[in-house]
Structure formats: C-alpha cells, structure tokens
C-alpha cells in the first residue's frame, strides 16, 4: 500500500520558513529588547499566519481535506492582500504627517504624555519635552499645556513630572499649564480642550501638537475633533525601534479608523 502522498510546494515552503523566522524574531526581540508590545505580538502573529498559510500548500490524497486547505488558502490570501493595502496606505500617512509645521501662530502647546519612571519622564517622553523646550525658546508667546494623568499606583502625575523636567530646564512656570486626568491620546487633546475652554470660553483655539514622530499623524486626527486648525512639532525617534512603533501605530490607527466607522 503506497503511502498518503503529502507534498508542499515551493511557494508553500516559502512561507512555512518566513513564517516561522518572523516568529522567531518577534520572539528574540520580544523576550530581550522591547517586551510583548503591539509592535512585537503583532509581527508573531504575523509570522504564524504566513506559517499557517504554506501549510496549506500541502496536497494530500484525501480531497475533502485538500478542498479545506484550499478555502483556508483562498481566504487567507484576500485578507493578506487587504493587510498589506492598509499597511502601505497606513504607513504613507504616518510618515507623510512627520515633517513639523513651520511659522507657526497660537497661543498654546500641548505634549503628549508618553510614560514615566518613577518621577523621571520616560525617553520617549523626554524626547517629545526636549522637542517642546526647541519650540518654546523659538515661540516666547506661546504657553505649553502637558498633558498626562496619574498612572497605576503613582502619586505624581505625568504632567507634574512634565513640568519639573521643563522648568529645570529654564522653562518659566508661568507658561506651564498642566491637564491631569488623562491616560489616551483622545483624553489628552479631549481634556486638554476643556482647559483652555475654562480659559477662553466658547472661544475655540488653533493649536500645536507636540509628539513622537511615528504618533504624529494619530494624534492630529484625535485633536481635529477638538481644535479647528492642528499643527504639529514631531519628536524623533531612533531608526532601530521605528519598526516596533510603526507596527504598533498602524494597529492603532486601524483601531481608530473602524471605530470612526462604526460610530459614523
């Protein structure tokens, strides 16, 4: 009796061995760099699709099991095909909203929070503040709102931190106000709107954006819901984690676009 043939093509291979060196990879980087974050989880989901999908290049001598593999096959190439299309088109607009505005007029600022240490800012957070202090020391009239709430278990906000950081570097007090209650990015520009309308009233006010680079073109579609003109001054990051982020920020964005959707 001649033994079930099962052969896998070479196209299938393919995508075994990519599938399972992604894996490996968002693994690697995962356990010893940046820990189990959109960014990581998703490129190892990513990796046991691809695996997934060349296993179902097997042909075997049964034809109800090879219709299966086929239908598996057929599906999970119209949902890559449409993965790879949102990444590419998601990707260009967060990296086409990189470039900073220049000649700027308002009257306010606010940063994003980006998480803290105890009470040191976070790099990242450290990196949006020292984008934030260029920009004050360029714009003397324009006052900076830091927006961050209280973390899990903290006693100090990260706003209060944000704001220690500025004024030990020559930031005057007086042109530091602090929003504390937010903990997301819609919080932020959300809460942050309701300050300045204590401030100005009804009166709705241009504004600019201070983030990471990669979060940039997120956080100006949230504050367009709140402010009439957005302008934004973008931090940079470093090329060896832009990959993590820009993963992690076209899951976000997907997020936030379906749930513009649904709630439309």
Do not use: C
Request: hydrophobic share 45%; charged share 20%; no cysteine.
């Amino acid at each position: 009796m001649k033994p079930a043939r099962q052969l896998v093509s070479k196209g299938g291979m393919y995508f075994i061995v990519t599938g399972i060196g992604i894996v490996i990879s968002g693994i690697i980087l995962a356990s010893f760099i940046f820990g189990f974050t959109f960014g990581t989880v998703g490129m190892i989901t990513i990796g046991l699709i691809l695996y997934i999908y060349g296993i179902t290049f097997i042909q075997t001598r049964n034809k109800k099991l090879n219709l299966i593999f086929l239908l598996i096959r057929r599906l999970i190439s119209i949902s890559i095909l449409l993965g790879l299309f949102s990444f590419v088109w998601i990707e260009l607009l967060i990296f086409q909203a990189i470039k900073s505005n220049d000649n700027i007029n308002v009257k306010y600022a606010v940063v994003l929070g980006a998480g803290i240490d105890g009470e040191q800012p976070s790099l990242s957070l450290r990196r949006r503040l020292d984008s934030s202090i260029k920009f004050l020391n360029e714009n003397p009239e324009v006052k900076l709102i830091v927006s961050g709430g209280f973390g899990e278990g903290l006693r100090i906000s990260e706003a209060e931190v944000m704001k220690r950081y500025l004024i030990e570097r020559g930031i005057n007090e007086g042109r530091i106000l602090k929003e504390e209650r937010s903990k997301t990015s819609n919080e932020n520009l959300k809460y942050t709107r309701e300050l300045l309308n204590e401030i100005h009233g009804e009166q709705r006010q241009d504004i600019v954006v201070i983030t990471s680079d990669y979060h940039m073109f997120r956080a100006k579609l949230i504050a367009s819901r709140y402010f009439p003109r957005v302008y934004g001054i973008a931090s940079t990051t470093p090329t060896t984690i832009m990959i993590n982020y820009s993963v992690r920020e076209y899951l976000a964005v997907l997020k936030l676009l379906g749930l513009a959707i649904v709630q439309s």
